[in-house]
C-alpha cells in the first residue's frame, strides 16, 4: 500500500488498521468520539423506517434484523431503537476489536468483532448498514 496516508505516517497499514495500533489508541477513542456525533441531519429523520423496514419484517425476536458493519460505537443502533422501539428481531454492532472493547454495554444490540474488508457472517434477511468510511477498493 502506497498512499498519502502511508506517506505521512511512514506506515504500510492502512488508516483502520493503523489506529488500532496501542500507541494510537488516544486517536482511535477521538475517531469513535467523532463518528457518533458527525451527522447534520440524521437519516432516521428522513428515511421511512415503518413503511419501508418495520412494515415488512418478520416478528422473529431470534432473527438478525440489522447489521451496522463498522458501526463504531453503536450510536446507530441505539438511535434507531429509541426512535422505534417496536422493531422487532435483534440488532448487531460490528467492527474491529479495539472499537468493540470500547463499547458499553447494552441490551439494544450485540456487539461483535468483524473486519468489513472479510466475509460478513451474518447470514439470511437483514439490512446491512454501511455507511461510507471513503475507504480505497484496493485494499
Aim: negative net charge.
Amino acid at each position: 500500500m502506497n498512499g498519502p496516508f502511508q506517506y505521512a505516517y511512514d506506515t504500510q497499514l492502512n488508516g483502520f488498521a493503523w489506529i488500532m495500533q496501542p500507541e494510537n489508541s488516544t486517536l482511535l477513542h477521538n475517531f469513535n468520539t467523532w463518528m457518533a456525533g458527525t451527522h447534520a441531519a440524521h437519516w432516521l429523520d428522513w428515511f421511512p423506517v415503518k413503511e419501508e423496514v418495520i412494515k415488512g419484517l418478520e416478528q422473529d425476536e431470534k432473527a438478525v434484523t440489522m447489521v451496522d458493519v463498522g458501526g463504531s460505537l453503536g450510536h446507530e443502533l441505539l438511535e434507531l431503537k429509541k426512535r422505534y422501539p417496536e422493531l422487532p428481531g435483534r440488532l448487531v454492532l460490528q467492527d474491529l476489536p479495539e472499537t468493540i472493547k470500547g463499547v458499553a454495554e447494552t441490551k439494544v444490540f450485540e456487539p461483535a468483532v468483524h473486519d468489513f474488508f472479510t466475509p460478513q457472517p451474518v447470514e439470511g434477511k437483514c439490512i446491512l448498514s454501511l455507511f461510507s468510511h471513503s475507504s480505497s477498493s484496493t485494499f
